[in-house]
């Protein structure tokens, strides 16, 4: 189920986008507390669910326009544990976004109690297939709340990479 929450921004940037998973046996440890490595993994599946509510599909991104969201730095917060079978809300937001680097953020609630169990961010670098970082295409820049790039020529970022 994915849905998304309300804002006055047309674009991604600042809005939280919604959607929920099911914690499997699996993602638990003996105790049936959720393994904290999950959690960055519940980060991705939002990530690439706002890009599909946003209108593309992350992995046309990849293979059409060669321009991979490379994580370069992440941090979360546990604030209560997540136990097999419960359903978590996943709410991600684009935090700040550049020409070359996106900053993501996160909550994860226990969906029938509306509490909060994480939140977190991930910084992330555009590159190209072999790593290099590269400015994101225009076509996207739209989605995140970039500005275009005057005509011409590419406008320089207000932060570098090497400021994160």
Known sequence: MSRHSESHHPDGHGRFYETTVRVRYAET????????????????????????QLGFEYKKMESEDDSFIVVAESSCRYR???????VLRIRTRVA???????RFAYEIFRDNANELLANGETFHVICDRLG?????PEKYRQYFGIASAPHGGEAVDAHSISKK
Do not use: H
């Not at 209560?80 to 419960?86: N, Q, R, T, V, Y």
């Not at 290099?132 to 994101?136: G, T």
């Open 29 to 52: 440890d003996q105790m049936g507390v959720v393994y904290y490595g999950n959690y960055y993994l519940w980060f991705e599946v939002g990530r690439v669910e706002l890009c599909r």
């Open 80 to 86: 209560k544990p997540a136990k097999f079978d419960d």
């Open 96 to 102: 700040e976004a550049q020409r070359r680097t996106i």
């Open 132 to 136: 290099r970082p590269k400015s994101l």
